[in-house]
């Protein structure tokens, strides 16, 4: 079995799968205008549909399950994998960085398994490493999708403060629109394909509970202040939609998700 049809076995998606197809310019950079999405419904298009796109596009697929044609945080109706990049700050990565980027690697995954008792699929994704843990399914509704959310992004924010350093940057993403790489397919820019180096089915309901257990740093605690006007930050969002999209990761429209958080920043202070 090839790596795509692996990759689509992970997802373990029971309907619809979106395909996200990012095109870069000459300098590698992504062009948003020409990026596209592609919903699939069987292992066979989406494979067929990474076959004729490998090499010209780069290729992401929606970690967690939408509804039909969704994208957005407000789409996602299931949670069944538990994702973290492990990614080398230097690009390309030197074999010192990528050494360092395996350690970061097997120390989260014997700290997790110590845990849980549970290992998770291992992937090299050409500048670094990725985890995907199974867990049995969160179905996501409007009553849970914010504290959800949240619980997952606590759980990375850990790991975070925990393993990264000046050689391996570990990005906190917990978001619910979260997409990856598609394992199996060609980074352009590094010229370099994804592959599995470790592969577990098995799930893992403890540490589903953990992380459900979690309490995140709570965002109503945050006060803005202007002259004697104090809103919440809660209000905030209620208040500007783009502003709500961009804190729930919905980064659709921009190049990167670093871009993305910068216009958030720029929106807050504003």
């Known amino acids: 079995m090839s790596d795509i049809e692996q990759f689509y076995d992970l997802l373990g998606h029971k309907e619809?799968?979106?395909?996200?197809?990012?095109?870069?310019?000459?300098?590698?950079?992504?062009?948003?205008?020409?990026?596209?999405?592609?919903?699939?419904?069987?292992?066979?298009?989406?494979?067929?549909?990474?076959?004729?796109?490998?090499?010209?596009?780069?290729?992401?697929?929606?970690?967690?399950?939408?509804?039909?044609?969704g994208t957005n945080a407000k789409d996602v109706i299931s949670v069944k994998r538990i994702f973290q990049d492990i990614d080398c700050i230097n690009k390309p990565a030197t074999e010192e960085d990528l050494n360092e980027a395996i350690k970061v690697c097997n120390d989260i995954v014997l700290k997790i398994e110590e845990k849980t008792g549970n290992k998770p699929y291992i992937i090299f994704s050409g500048n670094g490493y990725q985890l995907v843990y199974s867990i049995p399914e969160i179905k996501i509704t409007e009553s849970n999708r914010e504290e959800t959310q949240n619980q997952i992004q606590q759980f990375t924010k850990d790991l975070i403060k925990k393993f990264s350093n000046d050689k391996v940057k570990l990005d906190n993403v917990g978001d619910l629109p979260r997409i990856i790489r598609i394992t199996g397919t060609t980074n352009i820019k590094g010229n370099k394909v994804s592959k599995f180096l470790g592969i577990n089915k098995e799930e893992n309901p403890k540490l589903k509970d953990y992380i459900l257990s979690l309490k995140p740093e709570t965002i109503e605690a945050t006060k803005v202040k202007v002259g004697k006007l104090e809103t919440s930050l809660m209000e905030i969002l209620e208040k500007d939609e783009k502003i709500k999209n961009l804190f729930e990761g919905n980064i659709k429209g921009f190049v990167s998700r670093s871009e993305a958080e910068q216009s958030l920043i720029c929106h807050l202070v504003g």
């Open 16 to 69: 619809q799968t979106e395909i996200r197809a990012l095109k870069l310019d000459k300098n590698f950079k992504p062009l948003p205008k020409e990026a596209k999405s592609i919903y699939v419904s069987s292992k066979k298009e989406f494979v067929e549909t990474c076959e004729k796109l490998n090499g010209k596009y780069n290729l992401y697929a929606g970690l967690n399950e939408r509804s039909k044609n």
